[in-house]
DNA sequence: AGTATATTGAAAAATATTATACACAGTTTA
DNA sequence: TAAACTGTGTATAATATTTTTCAATATACT
């Protein structure tokens, strides 16, 4: 009797079905005919469709215990919600010995949403594309970041480094950005970083670089780099958790799933670049061997 | 080329996501962040959950080639009906266009996974000393990374530089850092990041400067670095990727979860630097006004 | 069969929703 | 620096939706 959980509309037409006449019947069966599509529009086309009035729509709202048609269709769109909302995770409680309220699980729960947002508004086509433009070694690739994202330019550029020839990473905050610009030609590639607070100095290297014909892949936040206006790919990523800064999580993620599927499409040639690189790190026993 | 399935709402959206102004994008936002529920209810609503006006989302219904707002509603419906009528498109809710088997889903999944994994290994207790010994800035703190890890090394580094005082990076590849063991004090800290493959001057450092009495709080990976044995606090991240090599997501999301709490812990000195921070940047013009 | 009761829908009233007009603020351009 | 432009919200008009009223019709009961 006493459930928590409120029941759904399906189920309240179900118990009450006896109690339904004849033309409430009717409705019944297009509402459940289509669930939950079907009464997810106006009153009146609910009602043409059942081939009944629309007075009789309301009534039933009523029998069915709501206040009236608009009630029914609110708790209709809730139990949409429930239904189709992302099943990953949101439930699960991670570090199962800490209270919800502790950092450690906000700061999850939020960095976790930040990357369910942000993938939705990735375009798998740009991904691709930004993929296809950085696997083409025929083309320079500058990578450039501000204050904070220089540290994941940094990350991209040493690992590209490994991938291809002809990466540069120009150096963040420093006034040597133009010498830069010198050498880059037409079909080079800037991958630039710019999280809020936007960077004038990037701004302004944008403008410089794409006037030279140089492709502008830009990774931003939510609301946008004004750099944007110059770039021909744009990933626009969520950053927000509880905390005085912004998240840099959903960028390295990206970042690094970007570097996996540059690996992918170069591996002819990354392959003998990285058995290279094992080579020079083994003569110079900067690591111990791992078992 | 001609789509006969006409475009989603989500598609419109990130198509024309360059073309939408700023009270567009929050209302994008917020139709994308619940979708598709969140577009269901009346104008009113939506325009309220995303603080904007009606006349705004009307506006955009129709820069997205809807005839009005009722006609992407309907649309919209439509679109859910053939959603769930068919199973399939159920699985494809994450980057929706994406098929599972696209890197970026693959990806996405590895890093949900590793961060799952990750948190369930990391006691809150240990979390919650590290942040009490990071915060008190009577001792100094030294950050330490290898190869790949030191620029996550770099962003802890950068913000802990803003939250107090007595930071030091110690160099990665470089021969100096015996001078760095050579200023530490007993009661001082250092944050090493050391993910396979170990490296040895990591190794050695870590050995020097817990003789002098360091504290040692190690990030590694699952396996666990050689240097454990001497750090007083150990976090054991999950790494594995669908890549050649390892991620450092949840390394940098463990790094800013700590950044949270060490920044709550000092609040009322880091609000001082941070302020003078701000203005020494609005001195100098480093940033776009940001309103 | 005749009366009482329940069901239904047309029409109108009440209410909510959506679109438009317009003014103001911020930004860009000349 | 002023003028033109763009974007935005408030107020309001236009439109659509929902509810109510009430008469017509169907059904149940004596």
């Given at each position: 009797m006493s459930n928590k959980r409120s029941r759904t509309l399906a189920e309240r037409i179900r118990e009450n079905f006896d109690e339904l006449t004849r033309a409430e019947h009717q409705l019944a069966d297009i509402i459940l005919e289509n669930y939950p599509v079907s009464a997810m529009g106006s009153i009146t086309t609910l009602a043409n469709a059942s081939r009944v009035s629309t007075p009789t729509v309301a009534r039933m709202a009523r029998k069915l215990g709501f206040s009236g048609f608009p009630a029914m269709q609110i708790a209709l769109r809730e139990e949409l919600e429930a239904t189709i909302s992302n099943p990953i995770a949101k439930h699960e409680r991670f570090a199962e010995s800490a209270p919800d309220t502790h950092i450690l699980n906000r700061f999850a729960e939020a960095a976790l949403e930040n990357m369910r947002q942000s993938l939705k508004r990735i375009d798998p086509k740009t991904f691709d594309s930004v993929a296809a433009l950085l696997s083409n070694s025929e083309n320079d690739v500058y990578v450039a970041g501000g204050r904070i994202t220089h540290t994941i330019a940094q990350y991209f550029f040493t690992h590209m480094q490994v991938i291809r020839k002809g990466m540069n990473l120009i150096d963040s905050g420093s006034s040597t950005w133009p010498h830069f610009v010198l050498n880059m030609n037409e079909g080079d590639v800037l991958v630039a970083f710019d999280i809020r607070r936007y960077e004038r100095d990037l701004l302004r290297l944008a403008e410089m670089a794409t006037a030279r014909g140089v492709t502008l892949v830009l990774f931003t936040d939510q609301?946008?780099?004004?750099?944007a206006r110059h770039a021909r790919h744009v990933f626009n990523l969520r950053i927000e958790v509880p905390s005085a800064w912004d998240s840099s999580v959903v960028t390295l993620f990206l970042v690094e799933a970007l570097l996996a599927a540059v690996q992918t499409n170069t591996w002819g040639e990354t392959r003998d670049r990285v058995k290279s690189l094992e080579e020079l790190f083994d003569k110079t026993k900067l690591f111990r061997k791992f078992s």
């Open positions: 609301w946008g780099s004004p750099a």
